[in-house]
Structure formats: C-alpha cells, structure tokens
C-alpha cells in the first residue's frame, strides 16, 4: 500500500527544512511536491534552500524542482496533504485556496488558528477538536487543520494532565524563548550576543488566546474557550533552538507538586495509544534534577528516535505561596520539531489514523 | 578636610574589582586597605587580582599590598569603614570580628543580612532603617549594614513607588540574571553557550525573604515585614552583566499602566535630595521603546557618570488582566554595580552625609 | 572662530552611528548634514536611526533632519566636508558627485581606495599620501581620500615601524573578525552562536591589495606598492566589536621579538606630533601578558579619552622558526572606530591640521 | 566469541564521557572498569559524573561502581586494555604502572607522547608506527600507545595525502580552537562570551613537535621526524566543539588547489581498508561550498553513525601567491571525538585488527 502524497509549502525557510528533514523516510508519508517563492521555482531543492541543519539534506528531496503554492501545481506534483510553513503575508489566502480546491491542509501559520470553524490541535491535548474538520470538509471540499504557536504548545502540553485532575483558574508564564523561533534570519546577531530582547510581537496575545482554545471544549459543532485566566511576558535569549518557560499557575483544586509531577508523568494521550509514529512515548518527561531542563541539553528529549524533541520536559515543580493554591514549574519545548513541523506531521498521522485521508 | 578611609575585604575577586573601579577618585573615600586571602596577602593588588574590568586598574591601588582581613591589619592602614565582598563561609565570623573591634561594616555579602538588628538597605529604598545602626553601635562599638541580593535590588526600587501610591498585594517575579552574579569563575562556558540555566541556589528564598523586610518597616527599634505576597523563579542566561526581570503585580488600589509609569519615573528619595555622588539623578528610568529594557544596551543607565549603571531601567509596563489590579513591566538593573559594590558605596555617602561615620 | 561643518553619508547605518557617536563635541568640526537612504529623508535623526550604540544618541543630532545625499542638500546645510559611510553600490557615484561638486570627502568604503588618484590613509602610516589630493583637487574642484578596510588597518599600524626598521619580506595573517564589521543586519545570530564562519568575501583580496598601497610610496605623483608578499585568511568569530589578527611574518633584517616590541612600542607619527584630537598618545599598545590582546577587555585601548579605540594592541610577539628571520604576533583593532570612523575623522584632522580644509 | 574488555581512566571528565558515550554497544569491546579520583570510588557512575552531553548516559555504565586507577583494580575487574584520559598530572606515573603490570594502554594524554619508543599514532596517517609496540611489550609485559593532541590530529590527517603526492616544505597554521579542549570547567563563561584567548598554554610547541613526529617514519627500530618546517598560532573561540585551523603550506612539488582536493578526497588507509567499526568512510570530506567548513554545521561529519565527528572536513582550498608553491585551506575536526576518544577506540580496533590484541 503507498505512502500518502504530501507536499510542504515554504519548504526552504527554517521551519519548512525541519519538514523535509522529519519527513525523510517517513512511513507513511513521502514528500512528492516543494514550493517557496517565485525566484525559486524551477531550482532544485539543494539549489534554492540554504540548508542550515546540522543533518545533510536527504538526497532525494535535494534533486526536486520546486514548484509554485498553487493548487494545480501542488495537485499536478501528485500531493493530497500539504504542510504550510508560508510566510504570514501569503499563508491566508494560499492555505484557502488549498483546501477550496480539495486538499488538505495542516498549517503552523497563525493565518486561520482563531477561525470559528478552524481546529488548533495539539493531538495529545485536544485530537477531538479534529471533529470540526467534518464542517469544513462538506462546505470547501478540504479543509485546514492548525498546530499553535511554539511558545503555545509545551505550555498547553504540560497543563493539560493538570487542567484534567485539579482544574486550571490562573496560569501566568514567563517565557525565554530560542533565536529560530523568529526564522533563520531574523535575530542578528549584534542584537543578542550578551543581551537578550524583552519582547516579541503579538507573542503574548498568541500564547493567552490560543491556550484557552485549546483547552477549551468542541461541542454541538462549536469551540468554547476555556475559563482560566492566562497572562504571559515574552523574552527572547541567547539560545538556538528550544523554548523555555517559567510557568505559575493557581489549581481549582490543592495539589501537591508531587502530585502535579505524577499527573504529569503518566499522561498519555491518543497519539500514544495509537502508537502513531511522531508520537513520543511520554508527551512529558519530569526531571527532579534541581537544574534542568536546559535547552541543550534536554532539547532533543523524547523517544522513539523519530520523536526526539517532540516530547515537553518539566522540571523545578515546587509550591508557590504567592498565588492560592500555587505551583511553579519550568518547561522546554523545542520550538521548530514539537513547536512546528513535529506537531504538524503529529497531527497529519492523527487524520491517517482517524481514516479521515 | 580629608577624605575617610576605607577598606576592601575581598578585594580580588569580580566585586572586590568592581568596588576598587569605583572607588577610584572617590570625592569622599579613600582606599586604605585591600584583603584577599591568604595566598596574597603581601602581594602588590596588580600580582594578586587577575582583573576582568575593561577599564584598566587604577594606578594607585595597583601598587598596595594586600592584607590580611583581620581589624588589626584593617586598623593598622588607617581604615575605619570597611566594604566586605567576603565569600560566604568567612563573612559572618569576619564581618562581626570587625564590628566588634569598632568598625563599620558595610557588606553586600549575605550573612547579616536577615539579622534582626542589621538593617538591610537600598538608600533610596528605605534610607530610614539606617536607623537601626544606633542600636548596634552601642552593642558592639562598630556596626555592619547589609545591600540586599543582586536579584533583589531593582526589584525593589522598581516596586516602591508603586507600594507608596498603590499598595502591592501580590509581587511574581521570572529573572534572566547575568553571569557576573555567579563570580568571574562561576559558570563555565561549556554549560551557557547555546543554553540558560533555570535554577540559582537559594535566590528564590532569598528574593522573597529580603524584598519584605526591605518594603517592610524600622519602628519602635523593631524590624517589620510587609505584608504582600511575594514569589520568583530564577534564571541564568547568557548575559555578561545586567539581570533583567519580569514583574507581574497585583496593586491594592487600580492603577493604569501610565500611572504607574508616571510614579516610577518620577520617584525620588534621599539619595537625590542630599545630591550623594553615587546616586543616579533618577533611581528609576521609564522607557517607552516596545522592546526595552536590554541588558546590553541600557545597563550602564545613569547619570552622572559616577552613577553609570546605579538606575534601575524599567519597560513595558502593561495591564495583566490574569490578575486583578494586575500589572507586568520588565526590569533592568546592573547586578555587580547597583546590585553590589555600587549600592554598598551609596549606603556609605548616606552614613556620611547623615553623619554617622 | 568657527568649527568646520561636516556631513555624514549613510548616518542611520552602524558606521554611521560610530560617526555621530564620535563626532559629538568635536574640537575642530560640527555636524551640519546627515544624509539617509530616500526612505528616510525628512524625518528626524531619532527617527530614521534605530540606534543601536550603548552610549545614548547625542541630544543635538536626534533633533536634525536627515537630507538626501547630493550636493545640493549637503552644500545647502553648510558643510564642506564629508564623511562617507554610504552602502558600496552607491558610494562610487555619489562620492564622486560630491567631490565633482567641490566638497572634502573622506570615504571608509571601498569604492574609490585602489583608484590612481585617489590616496589610501591611515596617519599615522602613511601621512605623505594626502600630498596626491593636490592633483586631485585641481582637476574635480574637490577631493576624495580614502581609508582602508577594517582588517588592513591594525595590521598596516602594526607592521610599519617593523618594515621601517627591519624590512619586511612576507606577512601572513590569519584574522577572527568581528561580527559587527558585517553590519548590524549582517550575520544572523544563528549563523555564529556556538559557531564561526571561515570566509569573509573578498576580505583576503582587500587586505592584500590595501596593505601593499598603504606600506608604499607616493613620488612623483604616482604611487607605488611596496614589495613585500601578503597573503590573508579571514574569518568571522562571536565577538561583537574588535578584529584579532595572527600575524606571521619575514623581516629583511634579522630581529628578536624584543627588538620588534620595542619598536612597535616606540612608534609614533604625524598625528602624535600634531596632537590631533582622535589621535592616540601611542598608535601601538604592546602587552607583555601571556594571553593578550582580547577583544572585549582591549579594544577600546588608547588614550585620551577621544582616543579610545584608536590605538593597535599587540601581544605575543615571539619567534617564528618556520620562516627565515621568522617573527609572529597577535593585535587587536577596534573594527568600527579605528577601522572606520575613527579613522576617517583622523585624516580629516590631519587635513585640517596640513591646512588642506 | 566474546567482546575485549576495557578500562576508562578518568571516567568522569568531559573526555571520559566522551568514551563511554562513544563505547556503548561496542562491537569489539566492553566496558568493565571506570574510574576516577579517589572521591568518587565506590560510587556509581550515575552519582560520580556530572554528565554533560545531550545524549542520555547509557544504562548499563550509569550503574557501574567508580574504581581505583591501579593495575590490581583495573585488573581484577577484568579490563586487558584502558583508555587514559586521565589528568596530566597523575598520567605519566599511572600510565606506565599499567603498560608494567601487563596492560595495553591507549591514551589520549600528553604524557608519553614523545617518548622514544611510544608510537603517537593517527591510523589513518601514520598505521605503521605500531610496529613500536614490539619492543615496548618486551620491555614492559604491556604498553603504551599515545594519541595525538586535539589540534594535531585534524592537521595531521589534511596534510598526509599532501605530504605523499607532493611533499611539505613549510606549515603555518592559525587554529580558532573549541572550549571543550579545555575541559567542562575550563574556560568561565565571563572570559569568552563576546571575547576570544589568543593563547593555549603550551599548544602551539605540540602541535610543532607532535606533528613531525607523526609525518616522519619508524624504522629500524627508532621514530625520525619528517623534515618540513612548522609554525602555529593557537587560541580559543567561543565555539562549543569542534577545531578549526587555517592552514598555510608550501608544497615541495608545485600542485593547484584542484589537485590537492582531489588528493585529500580520495585520501584512504588501513581503518579505511580494514573497515574498522571507528573508521570514517572517507578520512577527510572537502567541502566545495565558498563558506564551508563550520564548526556547529561541519563537526559532526563523517560516517557510518558510529564514525560521526571523526572525518576531517576540509574547504577552501585556494593558491597562496606569498609562499612558492603556496596552498591555503581550512579545516575542522571535532576536538573530543577525533581529537581524543574517537582516535583512541580507532587505535585499539587497528590492535584488534593486526592481532595485537
């Protein structure tokens, strides 16, 4: 039986060469179409991506020629799914366009996270809001499935399990966040040597509305936000891959952080019971050492060897006597595997594994 | 009229260097005495101290010899006010020796500072519990007055205004300190480059523990903590000097991010009034860009020039709708020169324009 | 009487900061014209400027208005001389414009450096240079005089007092440059963390070409390149501001690395003589440590005040028995004040000084 | 047929780590002895090491108890052969105890390097100098054989094919060298970050010395050194792992820069013919790309999986028209891989392969 034909849109951009790098040898899918900006198309791959990973390109997407984000391009390549990774100024209209003319899309844009018929899924998190897609599906032909912003993921991951036993009134996080989050190109480097910048665009409105959707409920064919109440600060440091975050959270309920890090060591999810292939063993990894995680060291955690960096890693649980009924922890998500690409393809197994392609 | 002498104990190390740059051409002091440990004692201060500042060694201490940090050799030089940068084991032992002998102490290490009867002082901050030094003196001839903790110190000149005309009931705090708080030796670079660290031994405690008796009260010969809730969790990044924090508060009455502003800019204290020469113009500088403060960039705010890196630079200040009456802004503040050897000069001018010493 | 009023080319780029940084209070010149890409013109300096120093933007320039840069505007703001900071692909027309139109331009691009014509200076290495702007100035009205690129100059400081006393046969050099000699925009930060990039373009070439020009003769109305060979590595290191250069290289006469230290160290010239303003009390600063020059600690060497950053710093010179009479050092030169800025103000004060303005 | 046992001295330094990482699921050899300094005897692994690479410490060796470095201990855990990254200070007298007391001791250390009857081996480079060991084992009942330095190796293996097809004259090399070299705690965050150290103690003699010993020949019983002169000039950049070396050479038989990429591409030699486990498929990857190699891109080259970081990776090769017969390139070869444990497990698979062993 083939692979699924997919296609990545933006493939040349950072986020867009963690797709071709994770979804090399993938068991069910295979890539079968590139695009990336009109002064590429033509080239191939290995010719127009300035490949920045340290793992060498996989061969055979190095000969492709890319080709445009159209829909007749991207249908003629073969491809059913794409993965958009489109700069913000395109992805609106081209995501549209893709699932009006029949394919699906999974985006990690923010162009149509916050759409009332649009799901924003984390599968470990909230792989029944894939429910909506039906609704779409019957109204454009495809449809459009969105994966939140990186700072949203490991926050969303790491409360989930304690939303589910204690209830969630108030999360407060303070993020320090990795230099790729902002593209190959976008911090220089005289910015942030022996500095780091206090500040990142629309970061902690993303992070305070996503979250409440996704932990939020879908229901009767309609999303309903969550009722805790989220604030952030977000800061960027001198770190090249891997989010770190200072969370503080007040429970309904009184936990101990003991409990807490239980809760969170056993979490499962779907995506683990259904062995998909990007999924890691344990969505989250409680470490009790009394520095970590750190970003270089623990960036890359998870298991199976496909699922490395997929998985959240928490440290530092312990009682926060500020806040009524409070605890304090530190995360690390990386930004572009879990944070992009990983929970795209994550999501794209979910819809295989759903029978929904 | 000639200047008063002082002494350094611990003058080798990365705060004793910070003292010895700023005590240069001091229009008050005059450097009698440097102490390092044994290994040194005898040596000239340019063969004992591996200097780390980019600024050259001044010229005249270059040439001293160290002592030893006893009250006899202290003494012996002429010295009557010591600056203790001691490591931790020796302060407590050290730093009372000399108090007995009729010294005054003025430490920015940590061993007194919790003692009931050592006040523990910003000047702008709560120049009023130098009050307490009458008590001590009488007891042991001497006396010791403590500079809070690095992380500390821009907290709390941040959050005095706002306590004055608001009133705090809940302070969060999420540090990004810098390395030079660890000492020139304490983190390797193996362990930073490409990282942070999301833990610094006790400094959570310490925050918590020293910002309430620094807002609290001196009454009736009495210590008294204030009474808001105070939390923090504490960082290293790859910052060379310069701890940036992320405040969110809850005020007792509302207040709108411009007033807040508005009192924090304005603020000002003793320190000013009596025109020390170690106090900034303004402890407090309110900046508007979206992305400042930056440690880099704004660490040595301050003027005059003798008070480069005393101001406490403050940025977005914003509403935190997660809190009720809730605030969040980040906050700079130079960690070995406001948050050591420069606020430790600064408490000297005040025992001196008050005519205690 | 009155200072010379000047105007800066390309003053919102980070060169043109290290120029309006430079030119505040100057003693003999008065900014009169800052010129900016057409997006800019009109507004404010404070506006057009994302100002990027660590030393506040000056007071008077913030309010100026940016101008276009032709001779008309420049003329009609008063200024007579030039500095040109302009981006390559502009700067060999427009300068030209200018001096065409009778003004001074003193230019540290690239444009015009190898032109016949057109004298390649740094004073203190080659003074008698500025006698080819006679030639130049009859035929345009104005005048163009240029310096060198930033990794010419330390190593051409350097090397002069050595080939004047001992000849030199063959210089190799190895450089660490550093990042801000790209731009502010030039080296994205996840280019260089935990990273260095071996290759600057064309750098090896200039360095070669440059060096040749510069440690020749101007007689007779020609100039001349000196004999020796010249050969160059260049790579890009995480530092922020400050080029290191190994250097290896064959003198004619036989030398110990005592008679080279002392003749680096002895070294001074015209601008030394003349007390020009930028002019550093020594041109070259030899260390005796064994782990000298670093970037961060030294280079913002030299004295007066005016001058720092001006000065060469050279450590290590030892012997090297893989070349006949085989020396080897290492230096350090400030890259955007020595290197660009600096210099450039430099040969105007020399002009100045010679009478030429 | 079972697996060789082996011993790790200084188990729990960054180098040692680097052999147990590299050690597990060996084909050839198992771990059966680690030890390190008498405070962590006794202890298991896990508590005595504090890991620091970022892949998870292998089971089996975290549960190992740390003995003594003495023959009996080593011994009577049943290890034939030991790896030495011990301590320069305790190698010489320790080493020498094991090669006496029967054991085959292969050490990255510098401590025997020069002796006259121990082969300092690269088995690409220079397979037949273990023909040393012959005697060396008459003498002691075991042996030693020595590694190279870190900054040798690279060097070494990029010159071989040269030195083969047309002779070396002259070698100047520029290193910008990985703060892994100096071990986790060598170089404090303080004095790197925005900074280089233009020196290495004792580096730039190694490299000299190491390298002639290793290009020359072993003959009739005794090592003579190759004939060509050598110069260099190390420092430190702010680069995790992974050397990299300018390199400036003159070639006794003139060839282009094609001709010596095309020698170093096709360069092989006994690990490569023997298919060693260790052995990268090709010793040196020259890379045609203008700004290649890179030390966080480049540094983990080579293969099979088990070879990564022990390819030397060579670009730029391009003509020096200051030395006759010039050629200039750079390399980089990762520090503690190549350039220590992973050179020293190729040297005992080479035993094992010639029945040494």
Known sequence: MGKIKVGILGSTGSVGQRYVNMLRDHPWFEVAALSASEASVGKKYREAAKW??????????????????????????????VFSALPSEVAKRTEMDMAEAGLFVVADTSAHRMDPDVPLVIPEVNFGHLDAIEAQRKKLGGFI???????????AVSLKPVQAEFGLRRVLVSTMQA??????FGVPSM?????????????EEKVASELLKIL????GGHFENASMKVGASCHRVCVLDGHTEAVFLETEKAATPDEVARCMADFASEPQRLRLPSAPERPIIVRDEPDR???????????????????????????????DNGIKYVLLSHNTIRGAAGNAILIAECLKAKGII
């Open 216 to 219: 939020g409920s879908f229901r």
């Open 293 to 323: 995680p750190q970003p270089r060291l623990d960036r890359l955690s998870g298991a199976p060897e496909r699922a490395k960096g997929m998985a959240t890693v928490v440290g530092r649980i312990r009682r926060e006597s500020a806040l």
């Open 191 to 203: 910015a942030i040597i022996d500095n780091l910048i206090p500040y990142i665009k629309n970061e």
């Open 52 to 81: 920045v990973l340290d793992k060498e390109m996989p061969e055979g997407m190095a000969e492709m020629r890319i080709v445009r984000a159209t829909p007749t391009e991207i249908k003629g390549a073969g491809a059913e799914l």
């Open 145 to 155: 499935v969105t994966g939140p912003n990186c700072t949203t993921i490991g926050l």
């Open 179 to 184: 230099l790729s989050g902002a593209g190959f």
